[in-house]
């Protein structure tokens, strides 16, 4: 079996794309062995790569008498309506005070969030409200949810629709007022954020979606058991397997702890893992990638594959440690860690 192919002699400037593959500039056209086997990524894509924005209602207390009763719309309704779900009485009073106000929030939740994780929010007094200032503001607890915008004339109520709450939030709101002049000031008074405070509650999975001519329940349970063969040391109970085949063209992918901060590297690793795990195989396929590993020209990609081998390439990884070259050095310890 010929585990190389010809390619292209390239430069070490490189960039990770979503699709799973990297960006590599050519500037000289010469022969270089590559492996070619068959890994968990052919013939697949990701999904859930995008960040996703939530948007949410709050209400605002603690304000010295910059707060306003907001005027009679969508966003006062919904406050009131949300207000007597909650037990309070006479909410319309409650919206009446000066040192309260109506707010829109907003954050991003980045792809393979953790449940538990925390993201800052933005705050802002809706257009058309007279509130002065968020100053001293204190934000009572909410949740952000998705927002889907609907049309079409099938649907009787187009607009925005509420999806599932993602995001639950309160907290003291951080004004930095901007002081250029005195426009700007106002502005600036009218928006702030609450740091480090919301909270997600959900698992963002990613999916690894596999393309026409893989599509199959086998293919797709045998791409998810090699993923997790790859990492059942990190998560062992059936339950929290890192892969789950949902059908026959859909894989479920969580986010191991160790790649909580670096889900693009994650992505790449699961791509690259080959669907054979026999002894013999292995043993060719390091011979092949150590080769490549000590080469500054191909170590970026060596370096990812032999992570995604795990277990059996990290005596070729310490090998790498021990090469005169910065590059060389560094592929290795980063596969290592």
Not at 82 to 109: F, H
Not at 113 to 133: A, H, L, N, T, Y
Not at 212 to 221: A, H, L, Q
């Amino acid at each position: 079996m010929d585990l190389h192919r010809s390619g292209r002699l390239v430069t070490l400037v490189w960039t990770l794309t979503i699709g799973g593959s990297f960006s590599i500039a050519a500037n000289e056209e010469k022969p270089m062995r590559t492996p070619d086997y068959d890994t968990t990524g052919d013939g697949s894509g990701f999904d859930g790569l995008q960040p996703l924005r939530v948007e949410g209602l709050g209400f605002v207390t603690g304000l010295e008498g910059t707060g306003s009763d907001p005027p009679n719309n969508t966003y006062r309704r919904l406050m009131v309506e949300t207000m007597k779900k909650k037990g309070v009485e006479n909410p319309s009073d409650v919206l009446r005070s000066t040192n309260s106000c109506l707010v829109l929030l907003r954050t991003i939740v980045p792809p393979g969030s953790r449940k538990g994780d925390v993201v800052d929010v933005e705050v802002w007094i809706p257009p058309g409200d007279d509130s002065k200032s968020l100053k001293g503001g204190f934000l009572l607890e909410t949740e952000l949810k998705e927002q889907v915008i609907a049309q079409g004339k099938h649907i009787q109520n187009k607009g925005a629709l509420e999806g599932d709450a993602w995001v639950r939030i309160d907290g003291p709101v951080l004004v930095m007022a901007d002081e250029k002049n005195e426009a700007a000031r106002a502005a600036s008074l009218k928006k702030g954020r609450i740091l480090g405070r919301g909270k997600v509650l959900a698992d963002r999975d990613f999916r690894l979606m596999l393309e026409d001519g893989k599509k199959s329940k086998t293919r797709s349970r045998l791409v998810a058991d090699q993923i997790n063969q790859r990492f059942k040391s990190i998560r062992s109970e059936a339950s929290k397997q890192v892969a789950v085949p949902l059908d026959y063209q859909t894989i479920r992918l969580g986010l191991p702890p160790e790649y909580e901060h670096d889900s693009e590297r994650f992505l790449h690793v699961v791509r690259r893992i080959p669907m054979s795990r026999s002894k013999s195989f292995q043993e060719q396929i390091l011979g092949y990638l150590e080769a490549d590993l000590m080469n500054p020209e191909t170590t970026i990609e060596a370096s990812l594959r032999l992570e995604a081998i795990g277990g059996p390439a990290i005596s070729v990884l310490k090998e790498g440690l021990l090469v005169d070259n910065e590059l060389v050095q560094f592929c290795s310890a980063q596969s290592l860690t």
